[in-house]
């Protein structure tokens, strides 16, 4: 079975900075996709970035860039420039790519706060 | 542009009592469609999900049940809730091709008292 996990429950970065949000998956299979979701306070999950696994080119959406480690079974989210609107709960997620309903898998979450 | 919606947003029940939480899908076709439950300080949890009417996969053995009675509505219900029912539900659609992504709804609070 797929598993997500994100060691740190709680980060913090002033604002104007650049932080990063771990992620680790364990799958035995290749072709797979993987996602960064954010809850802010309304609790509306919003998709943030989305890598496929065949890309080594690692996924970029303005501020918020990934770092795919396929091999290690990684994939971190960097969030430069960090705004005060980008306090939330960070959700790591995986996915086959085939199967019958390709079901996401979700990590425990991060808990992001931006200082001012 | 798709939008999905859910209702009610926030739900008080007894324990006991019936359940019926609605999630419709607008401006796509013949989507996949998924509930998910989210407990408090939690990752999301899949409950059910569908591949079309009337075909409903369930995860996790439970109180809850879904259906689907039209393309693109889907239901969580139950017949009495539990207080370990309480929760925040999350309605997800995708589309069918293989390249699709799960956007979700705004979601339900449920607190079952």
């Known amino acids: 079975a797929q598993t997500v996990t994100q060691s740190q429950p709680e980060m913090s970065v002033q604002e104007a900075e650049t932080v990063t949000l771990s992620c680790t998956y364990d799958?035995?299979?290749?072709?797979?996709?993987l996602f960064w979701y954010k809850q802010p306070p309304s609790r509306q999950m919003i998709l943030v970035i989305r890598q496929e696994a065949y890309k080594q080119q690692n996924a970029t959406e303005n501020r918020f860039s990934v770092n795919f480690q396929k091999a290690a079974k990684s994939f971190s989210l960097k969030i430069s420039d960090s705004q005060l609107g980008d306090a939330a709960m960070y959700f790591c997620a995986y996915r086959l790519s085939s199967g019958s309903a390709r079901q996401l898998t979700f990590g425990s979450g991060t808990q992001l706060t931006v200082l001012p | 542009s798709q939008t999905i919606h859910q209702w009610p947003a926030t739900l008080v029940q007894p324990v006991g009592s019936p359940l019926s939480l609605e999630c419709t899908v607008e401006g796509t076709s013949n989507p996949n469609l998924y509930w998910y439950r989210q407990a408090a300080g939690r990752g999301l949890q899949l409950l059910f999900y569908?591949?079309?009417?009337?075909?409903i996969s369930s995860e996790v053995p439970q109180n809850l049940s879904a259906s689907r009675p039209q393309d693109r509505q889907f239901i969580l219900s139950s017949k009495k809730l539990l207080l370990s029912d309480s929760g925040f539900y999350l309605c997800?659609?995708?589309?069918?091709?293989?390249?699709?992504?799960?956007?979700f709804g705004p979601g339900t609070r449920l607190l079952v008292l």
């Open positions: 799958t035995s299979e290749s072709d797979y996709y």
């Open positions: 997800a659609w995708s589309r069918i091709a293989e390249q699709e992504t799960q956007y």
């Open positions: 569908s591949v079309g009417i009337g075909q």
